[in-house]
């Protein structure tokens, strides 16, 4: 099985008013992507992963629109270089805040959506706090976020995320996402997983 991987990974402060550049990020492109240590874990399935475009940068400002349009199109370019392909993994944040754009996440996965058709499995792998919109949801198949507070499972949830498109693919089983908006806000400092009140939410959620 041809799956193709790569994505965008930060998160955004959308008052911030120092802005993200290329420079900002961590840029990894083409083969140096099946050598980079953060996919190392996809060496452990049996599939062919076919390396396009992954940048990451720790939280920041808004990520400048031309930023974000080259790394957009370096991204969609390559996945095309690549089709077809049985499914696709992207490695996203979930709080990505571009100039002028509320919903960068939803823009970025539509595109690919559109790229690889209607039939192509797509799954995705998310912060915790990561926003999630209903133009996101129709465009996935599969989607799976972290579940600690700090951060502590990220290969685990990227690998859950992989091993249930791998799963897809090889029984033809094409699973769905429902969302159900809870009404909830919780400020940052009381979201860490080890603490309450976010601590039994997750718990009862079955985070952990």
Not at 162 to 189: C, N
């Amino acid at each position: 099985m041809r799956i193709a991987f790569g994505g965008i990974h930060t998160g955004a402060v959308r008052y911030n008013p120092v802005l993200n550049y290329a420079d900002d990020f961590r840029i990894v492109r083409g083969n140096d992507l099946l050598t980079n240590p953060y996919f190392a874990f996809l060496q452990d399935y049996d599939a062919e992963f076919l390396p396009t475009f992954h940048a990451r940068a720790i939280a920041g400002g808004p990520v400048a629109r031309v930023t974000y349009d080259d790394f957009r199109q370096d991204f969609l370019t390559r996945l095309q270089a690549q089709l077809p392909v049985d499914g696709v993994y992207l490695a996203m944040h979930g709080a990505v805040y571009v100039e002028g754009m509320e919903d960068a996440e939803g823009d970025w996965i539509t595109a690919t959506r559109e790229l690889v058709g209607p039939d192509c499995p797509i799954t995705v792998s998310y912060d915790l706090h990561g926003n999630v919109t209903q133009r996101i949801i129709d465009a996935i198949d599969m989607f799976s976020t972290y579940r600690t507070a700090p951060h502590i499972d990220v290969e685990e949830t990227m690998r859950r995320s992989v091993s249930m498109l791998v799963k897809s693919l090889q029984t033809g089983v094409k699973p769905g996402v429902i969302w159900a908006p809870i009404p909830v806000v919780l400020p940052g400092e009381r979201t860490s997983t080890e603490d309450e009140p976010a601590k039994s939410l997750c718990a009862f959620a079955g985070y952990q």
